[in-house]
Structures are given as structure tokens and as C-alpha cells.
């Protein structure tokens, strides 16, 4: 039985393999269709988020002075209670994220994968978080012992109130692990360097970024952090272009905080329940934000 073929061909027409990637227009190559943001907004969008997060922790310091019975002496409130300071960090973890899409969106709607919502290859991330976070370590013992601060532990969560009860520790875990990361990583890798990136290249934005994210921390970590916590900050930023991605930078921030944190409190087996625990709540809330904003588009993985 013989079949047929279009006149001309003396073999089987075979459809050619589908591109790997949809065809961007003529004249549009992959690194146009990054964000269009300027060094200047990163700073911007700093300054309001801090504004509006000092507005809001006065205004929750006010209404919770009212209902615990506090009372208003020579112009001074006096110490907010643990709900309140709180409620106080998670809100300017959240001002961060709205002064970043508030400000983004000059330069035009924002996408997820703008911030780096996207995965990445699983193996090499892990290797490239790994090695960053090594890298931070040594750092960290390093500088301690140079400046003779073996002792120095993190107050932050004791200043949360985290020892006042079984509710403010639960409470100022989730926080420490979940929320800070998360939410720092957002601002300060998605946008803030991203947008420093577009001005002076790699280098400079990551050391800016660094320094930056290392003295937003003056006023909750231990002085004798502060270096570690610049390179830190500095290093996340290489690991955010080494893979394109957040999640990795995310993942290995939320690490960090649950050793610190499980630290603080001088835990021992426990520290490895709240390191898993943490991620998997990020990889949950991750997943959700996957679900709700599609998939990224492969040409955005350029």
C-alpha cells in the first residue's frame, strides 16, 4: 500500500518542533520588557513606606493606650504593649510592600515576576542560597570576634514582648520568620535593587542595597550586627541575579531568621520544627501567589 505525498516531497511532511519560547515582536528584545524603574523610586518608596509605618504604629500606640489603660504623662506615651509593637512591625512590613507597588506603578502596572515571583532551577538555587548564606556566617563570626562581641545576642524578639507570653511568641515567630523576610525581600531585592540596578549596574546597586538593608536594622538588631547584617543584605542581592529569582533569597532569609530566633531563646531541638515550619508557610503563601497571578511568561524568564 503506497501513500501519497504532497507533490514535490519524496518524504513524510514532518511538522517542525514548537518554539521553546513564544516570539517577542519585531524589534523587542527580552531585557526591554524589564521594569522601567528608577534609581530615585527605590528611595522614594523607602521614605513612604517609613512615614506611613510611623504613622500607623503611633496611631495603633494611641489605641492601644486607650484600651490597656495606659496612661499619657509629660507629652510621653508609655511603653506600648507587646500586641501593639506587634501589630506595629507587621504593618510597616506591609507599608513596604504597598510604597513598592505605589511607586512601581509610575513607571506602569507592576507584574509579579517585575519583583521576581518566579521560580528557577531547584539545585543550582539551593547551591547559590547555600553558599550565600555560608558566606553571611562566616562573615558574621568573623566580624564578632574582631570587634570582641561574643556575647552580643538579638534582642529583637524580647523587645517584641515575645517572653511575656505563649501568645506574643507564637506571635513574634511568625513575624521574625514569616512576615520579615517575606516582606523585606520584596522591597528591598525586588524593588529597591532592581531599581538601583537600572542606574549604576549589578555592583553598586548591590552594595547600596546592602547598606541600606543594614542600617534599616539599627533600631532593632544588636549594633555589633549591623556589618554582618550590610553584607547580608549585599549577598542576598548576588543570589537574587545569580538566579533571577526571590524565592531562593526569601527562603534563605526566612533560614536565617529561624536560627536567630530559636537562638534568642535558647532552644535547642526546637529550632529545626520552627526552620520548617517557616519555609513551608512561605512556600504555601508563595504558591498561592502562583495561583492567583497565573504562570509567568517564559519570555520574562529571559
Same mark, same amino acid.
Given at each position: 500500500?503506497?501513500?501519497?505525498?504532497?507533490?514535490?516531497?519524496?518524504?513524510?511532511?514532518?511538522?517542525?518542533?514548537?518554539?521553546?519560547?513564544?516570539?517577542?515582536?519585531?524589534?523587542?528584545?527580552?531585557? !526591554?520588557?524589564?521594569?522601567?524603574?528608577?534609581?530615585? *523610586?527605590?528611595?522614594?518608596?523607602?521614605?513612604?513606606?517609613?512615614?506611613?509605618?510611623?504613622?500607623?504604629?503611633?496611631?495603633?500606640?494611641?489605641?492601644?493606650?486607650? /484600651?490597656?489603660?495606659?496612661?499619657?504623662?509629660?507629652? @510621653?506615651?508609655?511603653? $506600648?504593649? $507587646?500586641?501593639?509593637?506587634?501589630?506595629?512591625?507587621?504593618?510597616?512590613? &506591609?507599608? &513596604?510592600?504597598?510604597?513598592?507597588?505605589?511607586?512601581?506603578?509610575? =513607571?506602569?502596572? $507592576?507584574?509579579?515576576?517585575?519583583?521576581?515571583?518566579?521560580?528557577?532551577? /531547584?539545585?543550582?538555587?539551593?547551591?547559590?542560597?547555600?553558599?550565600?548564606?555560608?558566606?553571611?556566617?562566616?562573615?558574621?563570626?568573623?566580624?564578632?570576634?574582631?570587634?570582641?562581641?561574643?556575647?552580643?545576642?538579638?534582642?529583637?524578639?524580647?523587645?517584641?514582648?515575645?517572653? @511575656?507570653?505563649?501568645?506574643?511568641?507564637? %506571635?513574634?515567630?511568625?513575624?521574625?520568620?514569616?512576615?520579615?523576610?517575606? =516582606?523585606?525581600?520584596? /522591597?528591598?531585592?525586588?524593588?529597591?535593587?532592581?531599581?538601583?540596578?537600572?542606574?549604576?549596574?549589578?555592583?553598586?546597586?548591590?552594595?547600596?542595597?546592602?547598606?541600606?538593608?543594614?542600617?534599616?536594622?539599627?533600631?532593632?538588631?544588636?549594633?555589633? /550586627?549591623?556589618?554582618? &547584617?550590610?553584607?547580608?543584605?549585599?549577598?542576598?542581592?548576588?543570589?537574587?541575579? @545569580?538566579?533571577? !529569582?526571590?524565592? $531562593?533569597?526569601?527562603?534563605?532569609?526566612?533560614?536565617?531568621?529561624?536560627?536567630?530566633? %530559636?537562638?534568642?531563646?535558647?532552644?535547642?531541638?526546637? *529550632?529545626?520544627?520552627? &526552620?520548617?515550619?517557616?519555609?513551608?508557610?512561605?512556600?504555601?503563601?508563595?504558591?498561592?501567589?502562583?495561583?492567583?497571578?497565573?504562570?509567568?511568561?517564559?519570555?520574562?524568564?529571559?
Amino acid at each position: 500500500m503506497s501513500t501519497a505525498f504532497p507533490e514535490g516531497l519524496d518524504a513524510p511532511f514532518v511538522h517542525p518542533p514548537p518554539p521553546q519560547r513564544p516570539e517577542l515582536p519585531d524589534g523587542v528584545e527580552p531585557t !526591554s520588557l524589564a521594569p522601567n524603574w528608577r534609581a530615585w *523610586m527605590g528611595f522614594v518608596a523607602l521614605l513612604l513606606g517609613f512615614v506611613v509605618a510611623a504613622v500607623g504604629a503611633l496611631v495603633l500606640t494611641l489605641i492601644g493606650a486607650a /484600651f490597656d489603660g495606659s496612661v499619657v504623662s509629660s507629652g @510621653k506615651l508609655t511603653n $506600648p504593649s $507587646p500586641a501593639v509593637n506587634i501589630l506595629a512591625t507587621v504593618f510597616q512590613g &506591609l507599608c &513596604l510592600i504597598g510604597a513598592a507597588l505605589a511607586i512601581a506603578r509610575i =513607571a506602569g502596572r $507592576p507584574r509579579p515576576w517585575d519583583f521576581g515571583l518566579h521560580g528557577t532551577r /531547584f539545585w543550582p538555587a539551593v547551591g547559590w542560597a547555600l553558599l550565600t548564606w555560608g558566606s553571611f556566617l562566616a562573615v558574621t563570626v568573623a566580624w564578632v570576634a574582631l570587634v570582641g562581641a561574643e556575647d552580643a545576642a538579638d534582642t529583637l524578639p524580647s523587645e517584641l514582648g515575645a517572653d @511575656k507570653s505563649s501568645v506574643a511568641l507564637v %506571635s513574634v515567630g511568625i513575624l521574625v520568620c514569616v512576615v520579615a523576610p517575606l =516582606a523585606e525581600e520584596f /522591597f528591598f531585592r525586588g524593588f529597591f535593587f532592581t531599581a538601583l540596578r537600572s542606574w549604576k549596574g549589578l555592583w553598586p546597586a548591590a552594595l547600596i542595597t546592602g547598606l541600606v538593608f543594614g542600617g534599616i536594622h539599627a533600631g532593632s538588631s544588636n549594633v555589633a /550586627f549591623l556589618v554582618p &547584617l550590610a553584607f547580608f543584605g549585599f549577598a542576598l542581592c548576588l543570589l537574587y541575579a @545569580k538566579t533571577g !529569582s526571590l524565592y $531562593p533569597c526569601i527562603a534563605i532569609h526566612a533560614a536565617n531568621n529561624s536560627v536567630a530566633f %530559636s537562638a534568642s531563646q535558647d532552644w535547642g531541638w526546637q *529550632m529545626a520544627p520552627v &526552620l520548617v515550619g517557616s519555609l513551608a508557610v512561605l512556600a504555601l503563601i508563595c504558591w498561592l501567589i502562583h495561583r492567583a497571578t497565573g504562570p509567568t511568561p517564559a519570555w520574562a524568564l529571559s
